[in-house]
């Protein structure tokens, strides 16, 4: 299953185990939404009845909502954008930004220089059924009878499978990304989303509220966020009932209730390493917890006694 919008720094991989930890309220209030693959998990689960979706970037909650509307897939969304249309589209474009850069970061553009010219030569041949397109690449391909956008990529994709066998078929990267899109339109909870754009503190939080925080991590690269200013953050959310945040470390007043490891690759050089990613509250929520919720946490981290 994938979560969300396609995102830097997605919590895709571990958006299960998140709402997993997470108490049942009736709302739930992600205040850092990003790609919102929390915010949708939990849409999913059944603990919450109402959301609320906030994120300095209003483009992204409202393109989530798109997406779950059917604004976004491979049949009615066939150009090809090229790195002059990304770099002047993507101020305003949310889809355009996500799904054709490079990494989901917003920055930079998908396809590098020296390969740009055969990936829209097989975007052609997948969308227009055009394979003489790539013919000056070496491929000789059978031409599809499937008239599903879909179908016809995965043809092709195994036609230069069958010619060339080390070839890494990352031929259509964002062919998979619209594939995610597509998948929020089976929310059935979408007409009780509320998406707002504003400052974290700004949010008016409703009484049983699950508040869930997934700030920009202190000491990483911020991102749209730079500039976060992560202690005026934590002397917030240690004011704050029944909050819950996602971060490496936080301040001493804080308790770590729950970790799982993440994989993660280095952008710098391409080696990936192993981090412990936890999730927080404050002594105000840890002091309103039912027994069998503190029993939960507790058994959580009993391996990591020295935190409590």
Not at 69 to 78: A, D, I, L, Q, S
Not at 79 to 89: A, C, G, K, P, T
């Amino acid at each position: 299953m994938r979560y969300g919008l396609p995102y830097k720094g997605s919590k895709n991989a571990i958006a299960k185990w998140v709402v997993s930890q997470l108490p049942k309220a009736e709302y739930f209030v992600d205040l850092f939404f990003g790609g919102g693959a929390v915010t949708h998990c939990a849409m999913l689960s059944c603990k919450y009845d109402k959301f609320i979706a906030n994120d300095i970037d209003g483009r992204l909650p409202k393109l989530f909502v798109d997406c779950a509307y059917g604004k976004y897939t491979v049949e009615n969304h066939p150009e090809w954008i090229s790195r002059e249309d990304f770099h002047r589209l993507k101020a305003d474009n949310a889809y355009i930004a996500l799904v054709w850069s490079f990494g989901n970061n917003g920055k930079d553009y998908l396809y590098g220089r020296n390969i740009e010219e055969m990936k829209h030569a097989y975007h052609r041949a997948v969308y227009d059924n055009d394979i003489g397109t790539l013919l000056p690449y070496g491929y000789k391909l059978m031409l599809s009878k499937h008239k599903s956008i879909y179908e016809r990529y995965l043809d092709y994709q195994r036609q230069i499978k069958k010619q060339t066998p080390n070839i890494k078929l990352e031929i259509v990267t964002r062919q998979n990304e619209i594939e995610r899109l597509q998948r929020l339109q089976s929310l059935q909870s979408l007409q009780r989303l509320q998406s707002l754009q504003s400052d974290y503190q700004a949010v008016s939080i409703p009484e049983n509220a699950v508040i869930y925080c997934d700030p920009p991590y202190n000491q990483t690269n911020c991102g749209k966020y730079d500039g976060f200013d992560s202690e005026r953050f934590y002397a917030w959310a240690g004011e704050q009932t029944n909050i819950f945040i996602s971060e490496y470390s936080m301040p001493d007043n804080f308790i770590p209730i729950a970790y799982t490891e993440k994989t993660i690759l280095s952008a710098a050089n391409g080696n990936s390493h192993k981090a412990k990613e936890y999730i927080f509250t404050n002594q105000k929520t840890w002091d309103t917890l039912d027994d069998d919720m503190k029993m939960l946490y507790m058994s959580n981290m009993a391996c990591q006694m020295s935190f409590l």
